[in-house]
């Protein structure tokens, strides 16, 4: 779905689902209408209206989870990243260095846990784009662990194939 109102209504019916006792405890949801190449747009623009919809998502899941939430880490992330610098058609291209999104009961929030390297153009991959700082498995790979129990054997095998050498971020779990 690429509408803030279509956000809200499929984390509710993933919630609905999940806060069965019999429910599942995994879910996956994709959102698309992300790749702002042109018009990305300021506060009322469309990156904004998304942005507002994945936070409508997030209190959907709040909401419809009750008490399980306490217990529930939701995940937000995209398979690459944005531009720091804005392109020539008002809006960013694709980008190496992304962001990963935790929220949930579960999670050790109210931190920003990064290698902030700056935006000065030096700073800047090419000039105009994050490089990444740690690898998105790894927070994957704590957050399973930690949430799940599972060793580290079974995420770099099994989960993650031939990901051994990326250590598992943690603390990331209550």
Do not use: C
């Not at 409508?56 to 531009?83: N, P, Y």
Request: net charge negative.
């Amino acid at each position: 779905l690429d509408n803030a109102a279509g956000m809200r209504q499929s984390a509710q019916g993933a919630a609905r689902l999940m806060a069965a006792d019999d429910g599942p405890r995994i879910a996956a949801l994709a959102f698309d209408g992300w790749d702002t190449h042109v018009n990305e747009g300021g506060a009322t623009g469309r990156l904004a209206t998304l942005l507002g919809g994945l936070d409508g998502a997030f209190d959907e899941f709040e909401k419809g989870l009750g008490e399980r939430w306490q217990d529930t880490a939701v995940v937000a992330i995209t398979e690459f990243g944005r531009t720091a610098r804005i392109n020539g058609t008002v809006g960013t291209d694709h980008g190496t260095g992304t962001v990963v999104l935790l929220a949930g009961g579960a999670i050790k929030g109210g931190r920003v846990i990064a290698d902030w390297p700056g935006l000065k153009p030096a700073q800047l991959y090419e000039g105009r784009d994050l490089a990444p700082t740690s690898d998105v498995r790894a927070v994957l790979k704590g957050l399973l662990a930690d949430q799940f129990g599972l060793s580290a054997a079974v995420l770099g095998d099994k989960v993650f194939p031939e990901s051994a050498a990326v250590k598992p971020m943690r603390d990331l779990v209550v």
